[in-house]
């Protein structure tokens, strides 16, 4: 032991390096030669001595160098000195670089020893470890740096699994810290270092301990990515991936440019993927770990960041918005085997790291090209076999990135159309390794005769799909006649050996024809017969079937598709929306669905009327909610087209189907078909679509006929079937010559179930209890309008055209004017309609053959109810009384028209009280001229004066002057506002009146000039020129609209005014 002490101590003081051997290899040779591990723990203690001595690397050097012969020549030696000598990582607490230095190497050494992780030296000396690392950086020694950090990378990637390395939490974030500080370092090479660190920190069983850091965590990943990212310069375009891999020269080899960029560069790019990668490996992994998914330490109903989910969704983000453009940029000067292989599998995984995002996160990579990319990458390193990790790493990429598409895209996707396509891809893609050109080619070859390989097949399916979800996401890279011929060829040379390709495939190759076809030649006729034989062996058209324009364009622009296929292809495009939902769209319906629906529909309609026709059969056999986006459809194609031709071929196969509807069905089957009452409001729709006046045609009678039939098969709570049917007869009565409308009030005054009805609907007025108020008409209210006005109508037209009546109606008078007088908050519309009534009663003195007054009792030896007074008798049926409310309403409401600012109400209101004048004239003048005379007039017209406009050329109150004038009601209007009137109509542009100012301007000047109203010699003049401008402007004037709908109840405005 003596011995051994002194040539120790003689090894640290022989300065004579041949000397120093000889001492060495004396010891050694006493150590080896006695065999004792007594003499060998003696060596251990006083080598542990002199390390700890050592104040320079060379004083430390003998002892390193004994140490090293020694396990060369002792087997057990280095299971000895790992197991019995925790002195190593005590040693870096001390403050000696050169100690530090010489022990950090003497443990990158041990890392190569099993024994080292397997005795857990590494779990008692990690903390050691990183405290050593937190002091090294805290000097200007760059190699200390990186030794220490290699040595930190060493162990975190020999680590066995099963053996935990962080057992204490604060030390993990240490850890964090340190490489934090690390990644941030200006000197390159200490950086690079770092991120490997980081690379092999990333792992599960180093951070499995709950809580989770995972805030910290994030924080590493983006200080590393931006580390990276100011590395390289910014992309000098946005270039779609596919563009950026030929910016680097296709002639020369891979790794050939790499010289464009720095080595270290390249390393750090290529570490930081890593860690990166690992990162999102991390997170997969967690998501089978409850524990690590929600930390254990977050407060109950607190929000935390520090949960897995929020991780997960800045990886995604982060990818998106630093990791993808920092490669990107890197691709435009070089290509890289070990970063591209990197990048496209942390792409890969990064589908499964938030999985309710994979669908929109694969859209945004197939629309930025990587499609492309990926087989640019595979065609240009992975052909004959070479480089079979990036190829399966491309191939598994493509497959996923496939897969995830059909999912987000596919509708009416089925598990085992996405099982037999992952079969496909998994099984072609990686053989798939040509050139996109050299694919084209591929897909117009035809198999040998009998041939077992179906290799060929596979490569073309593949491609095909390939191309389908690129075009799906607007990546085109295939220019469009080259693919049209593609695929056309594909399909010709499938019929010809009697291969019928699966469903996904053929609705990839429809696809692809549809979006190409406008660059390409129009299919002959051969290629036309083929797809036809290819679709009538499907048993489902839906099975083919994408939402796309394009497609709806291909099957309707071709007669031998649209004449088999065009039923099906349009009941599947505007009954998309019904599909299952995918988890991005909304289930809802409403307008801008259907408007979604007619906008790309439209000019097919234009081009090809004749679809017109197939959209009117889908509408009586689709569900509710289609019919009515195919009438949007064909309401907005009506609307924006004056084709004449159009409306007719329309109205006459309305006809057949009415007549068929009509002949099958029951009353009761009729009320039940939901479809009917779209296709009453599509034939209304095609009527109002005529401007002004024409002639009814015998198929326009034989549908007044049908509807009316189909009116009296209903009840009044069939809202839905009448609200059409009674709009499209008021408009056969308003909007068509006298000779037609004459015909027509017969045809309906011939229907007694109609006019049954009609006193149906009258009557659930009183029945009906008051609205609560809203603005908005319910479908009740708006077919009480309607009943209203077609019978003011019938009516007006029986008693002009004298037309013989099979059926009366019967109303009870007070009941009416009751609506009137009290309102009760009826709808305005209502109210307008009803006087409408009212207003045709009066005209008639009460005495319509059509119409009874319910207690008027004409049977021989009835006895009538006497009048109150002779005013009364006068007056017969409306009592004095009556009449006064009558005029007191009427005048409120001319009140709430100036606050409401309603047109439509102000022309009732003022007709209504221009016929009841009338009709009190007629029945007693004193009556008539006392209401003319009211005081309250005169308060009511400045009222109306006092308004918004503050002008006398309103038709309201131009329409008032004119009662007034007629009836000489000399207290309510003087000389002054007839001159106030005379000098703002002089003064005025009678072009630019609205059309019913001007009728009242024209009514009250000819009105002055027939009654001999005492005026100036000067105003007859003006009254005389303003009536020959009125004359010249009423020839010249554009006819409008006459019937207009208001919710869903048409009106003729003309038929409201005059």
Known sequence: MHLIGTLFGMLHTVEDSGALDLLVEVLVRLVVELKSEQYLCCVLNESQKELCKATTMRSSLPTFALLGKLADAIPGFADLLVVEHKFLFECLLCKS????????????????????????????????????????????????????????????????????????RGVCIEAIDVLMETVNCPVLEVAVEAVRAVAAFLRKDHLSSPPIPYEELQKLLEAALKRCADLSPPQSSKRHAGDLLFSVSQSQPANRNLGRVPQRQCQFLLNTLESFRNACRLAVEFQGDFMAQENAFTAPNSESKDTLSKFSEFLLRICDSLCIPMVMSYLQRAVSLSVVEVFISTLNILFTVVPNMRNKFSKKLASSSFIRLTL???????????????????????????????????????????????????????????TIAESLLLLSETPEPFSLDQSLCSHQHCFILLLYFAYTLGDRFVPDAELFLAIRN????????????????????????????????????????????????????????????????????????????????????????????????????????????????????????SILLILLDLVCSSSVKVAWKMLMTLRTFLERNEDVLVCDLLRSRFLQILQQLLVESSSATLQANSNLPVLLSLLFLVQLRSKGMRELDSTDFKLLHQVSNLCGKCRPRDTGLLQPSLNFLYWNLHQTTPCSQQRAVAVLLSNVSLLELLQKVLECTWLRSPPSGSAYLSSEDALLCSGWLLVASLLLYQHRYNTEVHQTLSLDLTE???????????????????????????????????????????????????????????????????????????????????????????????????????????????????????????????????????????????????????????????????????????????????????????????????????????????????????????????????????????????????
């Open 97 to 168: 670089e050169v100690l530090i230095w010489s022990v950090y190497c003497c443990l990158l050494l041990l890392t190569e020893e099993r024994l080292f992780f397997s005795k857990c030296h590494t779990v008692y000396g990690i903390e050691s470890l990183v405290r050593s690392l937190q002091d090294v950086l805290q000097m200007n020694n760059v190699e200390l740096h990186k030794q220490g950090l290699l040595l930190f990378t060493e162990i975190l990637k020999r680590q066995p699994m099963e053996i935990k390395l962080f057992t204490n």
């Open 376 to 434: 640019e990458l595979k065609a240009r390193f992975c052909s004959v076999q070479s480089n079979p990790v990036l190829n399966q790493t491309c191939s598994s990429f493509l497959c996923n990135l496939c897969l995830n598409l059909y999912s987000a895209t596919e509708k009416r996707r089925t598990s085992q159309e996405e099982q037999e396509m992952s079969a496909l891809l998994q099984k072609g893609l990686p053989q798939l390794n040509y």
């Open 490 to 609: 594909f399909l010709l040379s499938a019929q010809d050996r009697g291969d019928c390709p699966p469903p996904h495939i053929l609705r990839a190759a429809l696809y692809l024809l549809a979006v190409c076809q406008d660059k390409g030649k129009a299919l002959d006729l051969r290629s036309l017969c083929t797809i036809r034989r290819i679709l009538d062996n499907l048993p489902d058209l839906s099975l083919v079937y994408v939402h796309c324009p394009l497609l709806l364009k291909f099957f309707l622009h071709y007669p031998e598709l649209m004449g088999r296929f065009g039923h099906q292809v349009l009941q599947l495009w505007f009954s998309w929306g019904d599909c299952k939902q995918t988890e991005a769209e909304e289930p809802d319906f409403d307008t801008s669905d259907q408007l979604n629906s007619a906008s790309p529909l439209l000019p097919i309609l234009k081009s090809n009327s």
């Open 816 to 1058: 009416v004017l009751n609506a009137v007088i009290f309102r009760n908050k009826k709808p305005v519309l209502l109210l307008v309609s009803i006087m409408q009534f009212l207003r045709a009663a009066l005209r008639q003195n009460f005495s319509s053959s059509l119409l009874v007054i319910a207690g008027q009792n004409t049977a021989q030896g009835a006895t009538q109810p006497q009048p109150s007074s002779l005013q009364d008798a006068a007056l017969h049926p409306l009592a004095t009384q009556q009449v006064f409310s009558l005029v007191v309403s009427l005048q409120n409401l001319l009140v709430q028209v100036q606050l409401q600012k309603d047109l439509l109400l102000s022309q009732a209101v003022v007709a209504c009280l221009e016929t009841l004048v009338e009709y009190l004239y007629v029945k007693n003048q004193d009556v008539a001229l006392h209401v003319a005379s009211q005081p309250w007039h005169r308060f009511l017209l400045f009222t109306l004066l006092n308004g918004g406009q503050k002008s006398f050329l309103q038709p309201e109150v131009l329409r008032l002057m004119t009662l007034f004038v007629r009836y000489q009601s000399s207290n309510i209007i003087s000389q002054k506002e007839i001159s106030q009137i005379l000098q703002e109509a002089a003064e005025a542009n009678l072009a630019e009146l609205p059309e019913a100012t001007s009728c009242a301007l024209h009514h009250f000047l000819c009105q002055i000039q027939s009654s001999h109203y005492q005026v100036e010699p000067v105003q007859s003049g003006t009254i005389q020129t303003l009536l020959d401008r009125l004359l010249g402007q009423r020839t010249t004037c554009i006819k409008h609209q006459d019937i207009v709908c208001l919710g869903s109840v048409a009106v003729s405005l003309s038929h409201i005014g005059n």
